[in-house]
Nanobody, 118 residues
Framework: QVQLVESGGGLVQAGGSLRLSCAASGRTFGRLTMAWFRQAPGKEREAVARIYISGGITYYADSVKGRFTISRDNAKNTVYLQMNSLEPEDTAVYYC???????????WGQGTQVTVSS
């Protein structure tokens, strides 16, 4: 079992920045592929970014490339999402997820709200 707890969401003006954190416990963090997803009202959940075990390979949705950065600290069992140049379209609940097997996100956090005002 893996427990994931997100933090760092909030209200920010367009152009601002936020950093989300996701603390993991319960299983060897270094063996998990980690990702951030988001879901806006009335929309389907979408993958925002993911980072593989070593941290050297990352993926970003086209909508956030160049603005968001995912990183991980395996010593702290934590994954981060640095979000810069935020836009109102980034408003959503952001979820942290963990995949023991590639592509199979078995564990999810409770979500943290990010609201970007125009």
């Amino acid at each position: 079992q893996v427990q994931l707890v997100e933090s760092g969401g909030g209200l920010v003006q367009a152009g601002g920045s936020l950093r989300l954190s996701c603390a993991a416990s319960g299983r060897t963090f270094g063996r998990l592929t980690m990702a951030w997803f988001r879901q806006a009202p009335g929309k389907e959940r979408e993958a925002v970014a993911r980072i593989y075990i070593s941290g050297g390979i990352t993926y970003y949705a086209d909508s956030v490339k160049g603005r968001f950065t995912i990183s991980r600290d395996n010593a702290k069992n934590t994954v981060y999402l640095q979000m810069n140049s935020l836009e109102p379209e980034d408003t959503a609940v952001y979820y942290c997820a963990a995949a023991p097997k590639l592509g199979e996100y078995e564990y999810w956090g409770q979500g943290t709200q990010v609201t970007v005002s125009s």
